[in-house]
C-alpha cells in the first residue's frame, strides 16, 4: 500500500508538470515579440476608456477673453503664450509666460505643478494654434488646459487686424454645394511604428512627435482645397443644419463630439490621402486635428474655417463669424 501511494504521488506530481507545460507554452505564444498587439488599435482604445476627449462634451475647451481679463490677478489662473518672442514683447497679457510649443510637454511637467491651477490658458494669434496643442495637452491627461478663444485677436484690436481681420473672406461662397455627400467605407488603418506594446507608451512616442511639428505644417488653405479638392478627404466637421446651408464640394460630415469613436465613423477615414478638417473657425477643427496626427493619419485644418471662404454666408444664418464684438480693448504689457 505504502508503495502504491508513493506511485499516485509521483504520478501526480508528473501530471502537475506536464501540464504546467503546456500552460507555459501558451503564455509564452500570446507574447510572441514576431506578433506584437496593434499599436493603432492599442491607442484608440486606450484613448477611448480614458475620457474619449474628442468624442465628449470637453471638447473643444474654449475660454472667453473676458474671462482671461478678470482673472488676470487670480494665482489659480495661468497663461501660456505660444506666440513668437517678437509679438510676445510687442504686447502680452499680464503675467502671461511665454513657451515655444516644442518645450509645451517638457513645461508642464518639470516647469510647473498643473494641478495647482484651476485653468491654464493656451493663447496664440487667433485661437487656432492654442487649440491643437491645448487638445495635445489635453489627450496627455491635462484636464485644466484651455484655449483662449480668438487667440489674441479678441484682446486687442490691432492684434486683430494683423490675424483675423485680414483674413476674413467670401471668395468661394458661391462654390459651395449642398450635396449629403457620403463617408467612405471603412478601410486600411494607420500604421504606428513606435516599437512599443504598452498604450502609454505609444501614447508618450506619438505625443512627442507631435509636439515637436510645427503647427503650419498642419495648415492648409483654403484655395488650394478649392483648386484641387481631390487630393483631399474633406471633412466637414458642422451640425446637419449647417451642413445643408451649403459646404465645400466633396466635403463629408462628421458630427462633432461623437462620429470619431471607433464605434462610430473613425475607421471611414482614410491613410492613403491627406485629410482636410473645417468647421466655422478653425478652433475646432484644430482639436479634432490634433487627435488625428496623434493617431497617425495625414491631417490638416483649414486656416480660419469657414471665416476664410464663407464668411458673409456665416454671419447671414448664425455661424460662428469672426466680427467687432469679438475685439476688446484690453491691457497689454510691452
Not at 451640425?239 to 473613425?266: C, E, F, M, V, W
Request: charged share 20%; hydrophobic share 35%.
Amino acid at each position: 500500500m505504502k508503495k502504491l501511494s508513493l506511485f499516485l504521488v509521483a504520478l501526480l506530481i508528473s501530471s502537475t508538470a506536464l501540464l504546467s507545460s503546456f500552460t507555459s507554452k501558451k503564455e509564452t505564444y500570446n507574447t510572441n515579440p514576431l506578433n506584437p498587439p496593434n499599436e493603432f488599435e492599442t491607442l484608440v482604445n486606450y484613448l477611448e476608456s480614458n475620457g474619449n476627449f474628442i468624442n465628449s462634451d470637453a471638447s473643444p475647451a474654449f475660454i472667453d477673453a473676458d474671462e482671461v481679463k478678470k482673472n488676470m490677478k487670480n494665482a489659480k489662473y495661468h497663461v501660456i503664450d505660444i506666440r513668437s518672442e517678437s509679438w510676445f514683447e510687442y504686447g502680452h497679457i499680464k503675467n502671461a509666460q511665454n513657451v515655444k510649443t516644442a518645450d509645451l510637454l517638457n513645461y508642464f511637467e518639470n516647469k510647473i505643478k498643473p494641478a495647482d491651477f484651476d485653468k491654464i490658458v493656451l493663447v496664440c494669434y487667433s485661437g487656432q494654434s492654442a487649440a491643437y496643442f491645448t487638445s495635445l495637452l489635453r489627450i496627455a491627461g491635462y484636464g485644466n488646459v484651455y484655449n483662449m478663444k480668438w487667440g489674441m485677436s479678441s484682446w486687442r484690436l490691432d492684434f486683430a487686424d494683423n490675424s483675423w481681420n485680414k483674413n476674413l473672406k467670401n471668395n468661394f461662397a458661391s462654390k459651395l454645394e449642398t450635396t449629403d455627400n457620403a463617408k467612405a467605407e471603412k478601410g486600411a488603418l494607420p500604421t504606428l511604428n513606435t516599437g512599443k506594446t504598452e498604450a502609454k507608451d505609444i501614447l508618450r512616442v506619438q505625443l512627442e512627435k507631435a509636439f515637436a511639428k510645427p503647427y503650419k505644417e498642419s495648415i492648409i488653405k483654403s484655395p488650394d482645397v478649392f483648386a484641387n479638392p481631390s487630393d483631399y478627404y474633406i471633412v466637414n466637421y458642422w451640425d446637419q443644419a449647417k451642413y445643408d446651408k451649403g459646404h465645400i464640394p466633396g466635403a463629408i460630415r462628421y458630427q462633432p463630439n461623437s462620429s470619431l469613436s471607433s464605434t462610430n465613423s473613425l475607421f471611414t477615414l482614410p491613410t492613403d490621402k491627406r485629410i482636410a478638417v473645417y468647421g466655422c473657425t478653425g478652433q475646432n477643427a484644430a482639436y479634432v486635428v490634433a487627435y488625428l496626427n496623434v493617431l497617425g493619419y495625414d491631417t490638416g485644418n483649414i486656416a480660419y474655417g469657414a471665416n476664410s471662404f464663407m464668411h458673409k454666408e456665416l454671419k447671414n444664418y448664425g455661424g460662428d463669424a469672426f466680427s467687432k464684438k469679438e475685439i476688446n480693448m484690453y491691457p497689454v504689457v510691452e
